[in-house]
């Protein structure tokens, strides 16, 4: 069976501070998907990013980048330089990509909170 | 292009009603799900079809039924509401799980059960 682990519930910062939020995934299958959305507090999920097994590549966009370690099952989000805009809930997630093994499997998500 | 559109965005239920939440989406996908969000529990799966009448339970199906008649529309059953269910629901589409984007969410709806 598939899992997700967002360890830390909830996060608080400074303005200006850089953050990680951590995600560990469990799967036997060698084919899967991380995605990890936004969920501001008007409540809608907004996606982020999407990264395959295969490409373990890190990811940087702005201020947010992603580093993606097959070797520890992990797929962890950093924040730099933090904005009160980024006060929001993360969730990461997992699918194995088609039929019924293609619906997303959350992690309970972090709240971050960013204070000016 | 309106993506996933949920109706009703808020609704109180009284013990026993039943009610059905709308969950639309003129992308062409083929897959879609509904999803629950409750405090410290992250998102969970209630049903998803991987096409029109094809579906099948998620995670915590009790209490609710879908049905998809079309590709366009997956409406989700309350049959006799609790308030085990007062949550907020989301319903979500994808024309390739593993793709770019994943899936699509709605706005979401949230529901008390009273």
């Known amino acids: 069976a598939q899992k997700v682990t967002q360890a830390q519930t909830e996060i608080s910062v400074v303005e200006k501070e850089d953050v990680t939020l951590d995600c560990v995934y469990e799967t036997r299958d060698t084919t899967y998907y991380l995605f990890w959305y936004k969920q501001p507090p008007s409540g809608e999920l907004v996606f982020l990013i999407r990264r395959n097994s295969f490409d373990e590549q890190n990811e940087i966009s702005g201020r947010y980048s992603w580093n993606f370690q097959k070797s520890t099952s992990s797929f962890n989000f950093t924040i730099t330089a933090s904005q009160v805009v980024d006060s929001a809930v993360y969730f990461c997630a997992l699918t194995l990509g088609g039929g019924s093994q293609g619906n997303l499997i959350f992690g309970k998500g972090t709240k971050l909170s960013v204070k000016p | 292009n309106a993506g996933v559109t949920q109706t009703p965005k808020f609704q109180v239920l009284k013990t026993g009603q039943s009610m059905t939440l709308q969950c639309a989406q003129d992308?062409?996908?083929?897959?879609m799900s509904w999803y629950r969000q409750d405090p410290g529990m992250g998102l969970r799966l209630i049903h998803y079809s991987v096409g029109a009448g094809i579906t099948d339970q998620g995670e915590v199906p009790n209490g609710y039924n879908v049905s998809r008649s079309t590709t366009e529309d997956f409406p989700l059953r309350l049959l006799s509401a609790a308030p085990s269910q007062t949550s907020v629901y989301f319903c979500a589409s994808s024309y390739l799980p593993g793709g770019d984007y994943g899936y699509t969410f709605g706005s979401g709806t949230r529901l008390t059960v009273v």
């Open positions: 992308m062409n996908h083929e897959y």
